[in-house]
């Protein structure tokens, strides 16, 4: 349920208590063959409607939210209180002994199983469209990449001028996969010649874009 409803980030105070609760529940079920059964019993009949009680209250907080699956969730719960509810008035003669009344409890967590399981595979579905969605938004930025590789390729010379009494050696490497800064030379004759290195802004296509510009303005006043 905190998983479900994501209640960490819902509300820290309300994910604690339903921690202490499932370890309460826990531990309830690994010790209480060793209590007395009306110990035990007393037990279960307190716990259990302020458990109910605090997942309704959690998936009315999601739904408000706006979390579509904590709707389905609200409902199942509702469905235990309404199971509880209705034993509960049985045991004590307001209403007269019936299958519903008697098996409250048991129906209600019938219905709960079934709202569930509807609720995970609507979860299941929905995070298999995110997943689709975030693989379609890789493709695009992968193509993005391409197209600032392809870009910046160009940007830089092909080969290195051939100077008088000089040796040119050059190593490019971007800090990311693609960046916008370049360098250019521009040979007056063999004798002298100019180095340009431009440090642009930013990374990917849009830096890739600049210093294109950048260049095509230098080789016009060049």
């Not at 010790?31 to 605090?54: E, K, M």
Request: proline share 3%; glycine share 8%; charged share 20%.
């Amino acid at each position: 349920s905190r998983e479900f409803l994501q209640l960490r980030s819902l509300n820290r105070l309300l994910d604690r208590w339903v921690s202490f609760l499932a370890l309460f529940c826990l531990s309830g079920s690994a010790f209480g063959a060793f209590l007395r059964y009306d110990i035990a019993a007393l037990t279960l009949n307190i716990s259990s409607p302020v458990v109910a009680l605090t997942m309704a209250w959690s998936g009315v907080l999601s739904a408000r939210r706006g979390r579509p699956q904590s709707r389905i969730f609200l409902s199942a719960w509702i469905a235990v209180l309404i199971g509880m509810f209705l034993e509960f008035v049985t045991k004590f003669a307001v209403l007269p002994m019936s299958t519903l009344g008697r098996f409250g409890i048991q129906i209600g967590t019938l219905a709960e199983v079934i709202l569930f399981s509807i609720a995970l595979g609507r979860r299941i579905r929905t995070l298999a469209e995110e997943k689709a969605r975030s693989e379609d938004r890789l493709q695009m930025l992968e193509k993005d990449l391409e197209l600032a590789r392809t870009i910046q390729r160009r940007i830089l010379p092909s080969g290195l001028p051939d100077i008088e009494r000089a040796q040119l050696h050059v190593h490019y490497q971007p800090l990311h996969m693609v960046g916008g800064d370049f360098y250019d030379f521009h040979v007056q004759d063999k004798g002298r010649f100019g180095i340009l290195i431009a440090d642009v802004t930013g990374h990917g296509v849009g830096a890739a874009l600049d210093s294109s510009t950048v260049k095509i303005a230098f080789r016009n006043e060049a």
